[in-house]
């Protein structure tokens, strides 16, 4: 953080898209990307004398999101009227759930960095249409209107642009996990609204809240947060009075736009949805989805670290399907977590990146990445040989074995070799011997080393240290 | 006037063969012709449909089945309950040229029944008045005295019946739009229990109380419409998922019956005729009428405005020119908004969405709308308590008979008073009943407003039946 003078108290609301097949109260299919206004219906469109029906997949998949999150779902929650003016939201509110949501009190674990965040509440609640402006008119589309959304708020527990960044990818995360949501920013459906106040170190009361909304990206959200933490120092150092205003993060411009401020903010007049009788939930039901859901990732990566994978192998992982997917299969193939952890997240991660490629366009199958490993294991190829090996496979896609031959990589075991190469090394260094004879036995890695070099690393340096211990001892 | 059969006698006689939907259907042309200029119950009718309808009815017989219940039977339909493809106005000019692409549940069940619908009536604008004058179509006139009101809201509805435009017609009530035009006219009009008819398809005026229900000439014929419209919905949630009981309507009054009159009606009577006329045939047929209190009936008016006036508010949001009907297009959205609205609503409902829209808003919401939310639920214990000693409540539907039009228009207060007797058990969920007394106060027709326990529609509409026979 840019100073140690102030604290900087962020809390953060997401609406995440449920990936139900149909919308959130009527029976539209949920195709925000159809052409448009033709996923809609009168119940959608808001028509005069319609009412809302309740889709339980949403409801369901809402349930699952709040017990991943360690939210307590309540037996009873209830719909509530949210009202405003605006062509993408026809019927001039928006079914919500306000004083009774459908969950609430759970908590998040920021991955790696040792702190939760608590979450105060999850409610359902119905998406507004969008709108699409030209330089001549504004067009609306109804397609997502009334899509289901989860509003999850958390607690104002985060502290940094960091946090908040670590706090959207672990609830992002833990939603693709449930499968509640597929939670793609960039489509729109896991969108975030931090609310950021600072305050100096020490004082009691909150500072005033900067809200930000259109943040379409994790960089946005650093960015936009960096840049209201920013603001408000230095209207606090300038001493000027700082007033509640919900900003736009302009993509381009890079820079916060003011919407509105607390005078103008809309009052919502919610009230109870008459239109919808309680949402009474059936205890069995929330107990079985409860115990279905998969393992969630907090409670994967410890099991991951007592397996003995690092924190930051979990914390890469955990972040990219794809690289775990294909851990997750190297473990199955035998390997341990350990070469599993140097092959992939190290070795190939660092030819990839060099390359500039994803781990989807990595030619290496994971078969043949096990049976290099496997190689590697039972001296049948050097540490050094089996990098240049990796390399090479990335390159060409072609097979381990066909590649040792080619490339002449497979280990020197002849034992006349071996038995030569430590005579000479020996004979080369008197003063390490000496050192050697004298209980300096550490000194043995310098001889292996050149040894290893004068075989071009194609040996197994644990017989290459059986001979130079047999002349040396 | 050609005097139309009650629904009952005509399904027999078609049934029968001793008369034609097209000759009744014929008849109803002649009334309309003839008296529609004057009392204006239509906003539109499709009458020349209905003929074309009744003449294939005809000619296809009346099969001995439940699939022909009601063939044949010329039905009128409120303007606020949508039919497929045909305009709904509301008697609003915001609706202009809105026709709904679906039907309501209610219209949906009749036609399948083979009902004949003849049109949509007038009502005041949304539904919202107790005279039928805010209608955006004009005023409508009260059959047995032009020169009053019909009552209100169902206005359109219960004129068509009462000058023989209709054999029976659909209605709605949120605070007593069913029963105070049904007193009005000299019909019976039912208001179910708040969740026996699916409110699918008819327009929202305050949803937690809008129910549908039939404005007939006798109790019989609104049992009949009740027992077809009545029953879940799955496009509705708010309905009850059980179906309603069986009605034997008997005509007898079932022995060691109580019924209890609110004192707090009684005491607001300012003309004791209106109470003598509603009181006599109870004492004609010795039932045990006793007096019972409901305190909280008394603040009825005030909550009942308070809650209307909130959901409407809410409910007539959607009405900004944007998807459908009358649009006012100015340069900015707000503008547009602006005019489309302020052009669009008439007086009363702009009237209504402002006290609602304060209502509602921060730093009011708890003394106003939330604090009718708790008057309705100790209300609804009142009127409990009172059916633990009593088997149905009586009151007259309205504290006068129909006034003159314009007599209240000008004093809103006035009008809403209009709704004193009606309001109560609208807010407690109650089923209630309004059928005609036997005796006339000035020429014009009385009303006996019955209420039952929730769900208990079909002993209400039995006694009723019962009631009526005497
Ligand atoms: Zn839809």
Redesign the interface.
């Known amino acids: 953080m840019p100073s140690k003078k102030y604290e900087v108290i962020i809390g953060i609301e997401v609406h995440a898209q449920l990936a139900t097949l149909s919308k959130m109260f009527c029976r539209c299919a949920v195709e925000a990307d159809a052409p448009p206004n033709t996923k809609v219906c009168?119940v959608c469109?808001?028509?005069?004398?319609?009412?809302?029906?309740?889709n339980k997949a949403a409801v369901e998949l809402g349930i699952r999101a709040a017990q991943a999150l360690g939210c307590k779902v309540k037996p009873e929650s209830r719909w509530a009227?949210k009202?405003y003016?605006s062509?993408d939201l026809?019927?001039?509110?928006q079914i919500t759930q306000y004083e009774y949501p459908l969950a609430t009190g759970g908590e998040l674990e920021l991955p790696g960095l040792g702190k939760k965040v608590r979450i105060r509440r999850l409610h359902l609640e119905e998406d507004a249409g969008k709108l699409t402006h030209t330089s001549r008119e504004?067009l609306?589309d109804f397609n997502r209107c009334g899509i289901p959304l989860a509003e999850i708020v958390s607690e104002p527990d985060v502290r940094s642009p960091e946090e908040a960044d670590a706090y959207l990818k672990e609830l992002r995360q833990i939603l693709r996990t449930v499968k509640a949501s597929d939670a793609e920013m960039e489509r729109g459906r896991f969108r975030c609204e931090p609310n950021i106040s600072v305050r100096p170190l020490g004082q009691k009361e909150l500072g005033v809240r900067s809200e930000i909304k259109n943040l379409n990206s994790f960089k946005a959200v650093r960015e936009g947060i960096e840049r209201a933490v920013a603001d408000q120092i230095k209207w606090l150092e300038e001493g000027k009075e700082i007033v509640q205003t919900t900003y736009l993060w302009d993509e381009h411009k890079r820079e916060l736009k003011p919407m509105r401020q607390k005078e103008t903010a809309a009052?919502y007049?919610y009230?109870p949805e008459?239109?919808?009788?309680p949402l009474i939930l059936d205890i069995e039901w929330v107990d079985k989805i409860e115990k279905q859901l998969p393992e969630l990732p907090a409670k994967k990566r410890s099991r991951l670290l007592e397996e003995g994978l690092t924190e930051q192998d979990i914390r890469i992982l955990s972040a990219e399907p794809d690289w775990e997917s294909y851990y997750l299969e190297l473990l199955e193939k035998g390997m341990s977590v350990k070469e599993a952890s140097t092959w992939l997240l190290n070795e190939t991660r660092g030819i990839l990146s060099a390359r500039g490629e994803q781990i989807t366009q990595f030619k290496v199958p994971v078969a043949q990445m096990a049976s290099l490993i496997t190689l590697l294991r039972g001296g049948k190829l050097s540490r050094p040989a089996a990098k240049e090996l990796l390399a090479a496979m990335a390159d060409s896609g072609k097979d381990a074995e066909v590649l040792i031959k080619e490339m002449d990589l497979g280990t020197v075991s002849d034992e006349g070799t071996l038995e030569e190469t430590a005579k000479k090394v020996i004979a080369e260094n008197p003063d390490v011997c000496e050192k050697y004879r004298k209980g300096k036995t550490n000194v043995i890695g310098f001889l292996l080393g050149q040894c290893m070099k004068e075989l071009r690393g194609k040996a197994d340096p644990e017989s290459v240290r059986k001979f130079l211990k047999r002349f040396l001892d | 006037m050609k005097e139309l059969p009650a629904i009952a006698d005509l399904s027999f006689g078609l049934l029968r063969g001793s008369i034609k939907a097209q000759d009744v259907v014929a008849d109803i042309r002649d009334n309309i012709e003839k008296r529609e200029v004057n009392i204006n119950a239509y906003i539109n009718h499709y009458i020349d449909q209905a003929e074309t309808q009744a003449r294939r009815a005809d000619e296809s017989g009346y099969p001995e089945d439940e699939t022909a219940d009601l063939k044949g039977i010329p039905v009128a339909v409120k303007d606020n309950i949508c039919v497929k493809g045909w305009p709904c106005t509301c008697a609003s000019n915001i609706l202009n040229g809105f026709i709904p692409p679906y039907e309501a549940t209610a219209v949906k069940r009749l036609r399948e029944k083979g009902v004949i619908l003849l049109g949509k009536t007038n009502l005041d604008e949304f539904a919202m008045g107790a005279s039928n004058e805010t209608s955006a179509y004009g005023p409508v006139r009260n059959p047995l005295d032009p020169g009053r009101v019909p009552g209100g809201s169902s206005g359109g509805s219960a004129a068509a019946v009462a000058y023989g435009g209709a054999v029976a017609a659909l209605g709605s009530d949120t605070g007593g739009s069913i029963r105070q035009p049904a007193s009005f006219c000299g019909l019976v009009g039912l208001r179910p229990s708040y969740g026996r008819v699916s409110r699918w398809g008819l327009v929202a005026f305050s949803s937690s109380l809008d129910q549908i229900g039939p404005i007939t000439k006798t109790v019989e014929d609104a049992a009949l419409l009740y027992s077809i419209i009545a029953g879940p919905d799955e496009n509705d949630s708010t309905t009850c998922p059980q179906p309603p009981d069986e009605i034997r309507l008997t005509g007898r009054i079932p022995e060691g019956i109580k019924v209890g009159m609110i004192t707090e009606c009684f005491e607001e009577i300012k003309d004791s005729r209106i109470a003598e006329a509603v009181r006599s045939p109870f004492i004609k047929a010795g039932i045990d009428i006793q007096e019972i209190s409901i305190p909280l009936v008394r603040l009825s008016v005030a909550g009942y405005y308070l809650l209307v006036v909130s959901e409407a508010s809410s409910n007539l949001a959607r009405y900004d020119g944007i998807r459908y009907g009358k649009r006012i297009s100015k340069l900015g959205l707000t503008e547009t908004y602006f005019a489309t609205r302020s052009q669009g609503f008439g007086d009363e409902v702009t009237r209504r969405i402002l006290l609602g829209t304060f209502g509602l808003s921060a730093g009011y919401i708890d003394a106003y709308y939330n604090t009718a939310l708790s008057y309705r639920a100790e209300l609804a214990k009142q009127f409990k308590k009172a059916f633990d000693e009593v088997d149905f409540l009586l009151t007259p539907t309205t504290p006068t008979v129909a006034f003159k039009l314009g007599e209240k228009i000008q004093d809103p207060l006035d009008m809403y008073l209009s709704d004193i007797f009606t309001a109560s058990s609208a807010l407690a969920a109650l089923p209630s009943i309004s059928i005609p007394a036997p005796d006339k106060v000035d020429g014009l027709p009385v009303g006996i407003q019955l209420i039952a326990p929730r769900w208990k529609d079909s002993e209400l509409l039995e006694f009723a039946h019962a009631v009526e026979k005497i």
């Open positions: 009168p469109l808001g028509l005069p004398g319609i009412l809302p029906q309740t009227r009202h003016f062509p026809p019927k001039g509110y504004t609306v009052d007049r009230f008459p239109d919808l009788p």
